[in-house]
């Protein structure tokens, strides 16, 4: 049987091919895809066909943030079932290096990612995936808010990396898909005060209403130059190198910088002076690991608003324009989501 996949064949084209049907292993599942998230390492690989070392050198399916139904189960699967609406978390470790078996596996050297070169992603209708990396979904959680797991985990891995403290004065810096995921994953841990600093008044509009005590526009005001030294945690999410440049001034003293989000330019001229004499913590956020089942339980109980995110869908026939709309359009939209029949 032939399926419909979209392939990335050269930076700003998308073509649709017909490949064979994906078999599956005793330990997977096959997944009918009805939903995809476009995230922004999408956007990236379509305009430029590289985010830093990581270079598309053939054709390669685009889409990680991913949920469907599942239509077959291997012979030794034993938690699922077809029927299941699931989400997919998009990386696949060895599960047999020391990064696996200390739980660090999004470290593991031979993880393959969805949508990251040279291994294909969800912009497909139907995925073989192994089973112990499908999760079931919550009877209120829909396909669409489902793909937002995935950024979900990443701002909640950031928070509980950062070991934020309950009080403790904490910086957003970006009020994307991963800043407001932030955002929720702070406030649910018990963060103090929250401010989020964006360009956009649309993104930071939604900050305020998922919780934000305090929006910063660098564009409107120099408020930002304000701030000062005072912050006990300054998660950069923009993936800006003048964002990125800034945390370690608006970090108080004895205070944590986390690196988020992934500038386009491998390297950037950064404060040390300021690192070593207000003693700071510099960490670096690589995805996630074990932060899936923690997104869905949110998610259960009400505890995180992922609909409120999505802000365009587009059908699967349209995967091109729902890339560049998400390109074009971040001053009037969070999240795009391709929506499979």
């Not at 970090?251 to 944590?256: D, I, S, V």
């Amino acid at each position: 049987m032939k399926i419909t996949a979209m392939y990335l064949e050269k930076p700003g084209k998308i073509i649709p091919r017909k490949i064979d049907m994906p078999e599956i292993k005793k330990d997977e599942v096959l997944v009918k895809i009805k939903a995809v998230g476009v995230c922004g390492s999408d956007v990236h690989y379509y305009d430029k066909g590289k985010i830093g070392s990581f270079i598309v050198k053939r054709p390669l399916i685009l889409g990680h943030e991913c949920s469907g139904e599942i239509v077959e189960v291997g012979e030794e699967v034993k938690n699922l079932q077809i029927g299941d609406k699931v989400a997919l978390e998009p990386g696949i470790p060895c599960r047999r290096c020391i990064y696996c078996k200390t739980g660090r596996y999004n470290l593991c050297p031979e993880i393959k990612f969805m949508a990251t070169p040279p291994v294909n992603g969800a912009f497909v209708e139907y995925v073989a995936h192994p089973a112990d990396f499908v999760f079931k979904l919550p009877e209120n959680v829909s396909y669409e808010e489902a793909t937002l797991f995935e950024p979900l985990a990443v701002g909640l891995y950031s928070v509980v990396r950062a070991k934020v403290g309950f009080g403790g004065k904490i910086l957003i810096l970006g009020a994307g898909p991963i800043g407001l995921s932030t955002l929720q994953a702070a406030i649910n841990i018990g963060g103090g005060r929250i401010t989020v600093a964006d360009i956009y008044d649309f993104r930071l509009e939604k900050a305020k209403e998922l919780g934000a005590d305090e929006l910063i526009n660098p564009r409107q005001t120099n408020a930002l130059d304000k701030l000062g030294s005072s912050f006990d945690y300054v998660f950069e999410t923009a993936g800006s190198v003048v964002t990125t440049q800034q945390t370690v001034k608006l970090a108080k003293n004895g205070g944590k910088v986390i690196l988020v989000g992934l500038p386009a330019q491998e390297e950037i001229e950064f404060n040390t002076n300021q690192i070593i004499t207000k003693e700071l913590d510099v960490l670096g956020i690589f995805r996630y690991a074990n932060m899936y089942p923690k997104a869905i339980r949110l998610a259960e109980k009400g505890q995180v608003n992922l609909k409120t995110v999505i802000s365009k869908k587009f059908s699967f026939p349209q995967t091109e324009e729902a890339l560049k709309f998400a390109r074009d359009n971040k001053e009037s939209s969070i999240k795009t989501v391709v929506i499979f029949d």
